[in-house]
Structure formats: C-alpha cells, structure tokens
C-alpha cells in the first residue's frame, strides 16, 4: 500500500480524484467500460466533486456499485447514502448503469440481488475511507475477514453510530440504524485498485491504528497493507499521530 499525504483535505481529495479518473479511463480504454465502487459520508464529498469534474470520462461506460447503506432508512433521508449518491455522482455525471442498496427494501433479497451483479466481474476501482473507529465500509471491529459474501447485514456499533451524529446526519444517537447493508472486506479487496480518502483530525487515531499496529479485525482498515494496489490519501491533520519512520516506509512501497 502507498501513503500519501497533503497539507489540506482539497489539495488531497483533487490528488485522489486524479488517481481515479486515471483508473476509470484506463479501464474504458482497455476494455470498454469501468466497474467501480463508490463510498459516502463527509470525507468523500470533496472528493467526488473533483471527479465529477474530470474531463474526458464516457460515465455512459461506467458501472457503479455502492458501499453500503443503512437498514429501514428512507431515501428521503438526508443520512440516505442512496440519496447522497444520485445527488452527488448519478445526477451530476449521467450514469445510467447503477446499483444502489435499497434499505427498505428486504436486506437478503438486496444483498443477494446486488451481490450477483458485483460478482459478475471485478471491479476495476474502489472508493473508501476508513471510520473513526477503523472500520471499512460498515464493517466495524472486529470485522469477518473471512467470508466471500460480496455484501452483508451487520450490525453497528456504537463509536460507528456516534460518528455518524457527530457528522450531522442524525440529530441524536437513538435516530442511527442499529443494521446496515454493507459490502465485505473480502469483497472490497478483490478490486483491482483501492483508493481510500481520510482526511481529517477525527481519523487520526484510527489512521495510526491502522498503520503502526497489527492487521486484525480490529482494526478492519489496516488490510489495506496487503493489497498490492492501494493507495491512501491523508491530509496532515489525518497523518499527525502517526510515526515518520512509519511514512517514510510506506510512501516507498509505491
């Protein structure tokens, strides 16, 4: 895994855009369409502005999978990572080929409906962040490393819901979906390039967990270290507890 760092959360999100609309044209390029998979939440918001801004994108060739999503939350919602999604990439890019994880739905049916088409092929890159709490997707501690499952219900833990108040989605803690639909950490690594995006002061703590102590389920993030394709991208508040000799050495595995 290489790690890099910026001096601010938009220097680092037009950095982590440019790595990824690299990948999304090179996958056009090569074979004619693009498979990604796309998180949410507030760390990613500059993010995707970057790239719904890249030039020379076909999105019309771009197959989009999502993260994961909240059980029993309505589209209405303002927390709804469905809505967070039409509003910030599909409206803003056209995408007409999409899979959205429709919480009120049936869980089983969507995990298995869902799941089908993102096993169908890889995906050619994936968009993640890593919680305050060192979770991937919603995949909280200790996350099953094991199953080949492309998605799952898990349950939340409670860090993982107060992050979520703290951000201003959810007025108070009682309002936080206990259930999300989330894809596997299994499932995420088998993307031929990751791109995780965390900035941010609050992620430090969970950063250097991830980082400096062992890959564990733990700390469900830090698989991130084997994937041989994975790139972090930090800003200097989200880097700050981490040793130098830990940034030294992970910015020359690149």
Partial sequence: ????VFEDKLTLSKSAAEQASTAVRRAILDRGRARIIVATGTSQLDFLDALTGAEN????RVEMFHLDEYVGLPITHPASFRKYLLERLIYRTGISQYHLLDGDRDSGEVVRRVGEALHSAPADVAFAGIGENGHLAFNDPPADFQ??????VVNLDEPCRRQQVGE????NLSEVPRQAISMSVRQIMKAKEIIAVVPDARKAQAVKLCLEGEISPMAPASILR??????LYLDSESASLLDPATLAALAAAG
């Fill in 1 to 4: 895994m290489l790690v890099r």
């Fill in 57 to 60: 994108i076909d999105w019309q």
């Fill in 147 to 152: 199953t080949e499952d492309p998605y799952l």
């Fill in 168 to 171: 201003g989605w959810f007025a």
């Fill in 226 to 231: 084997t994937h041989p394709a994975a790139t």
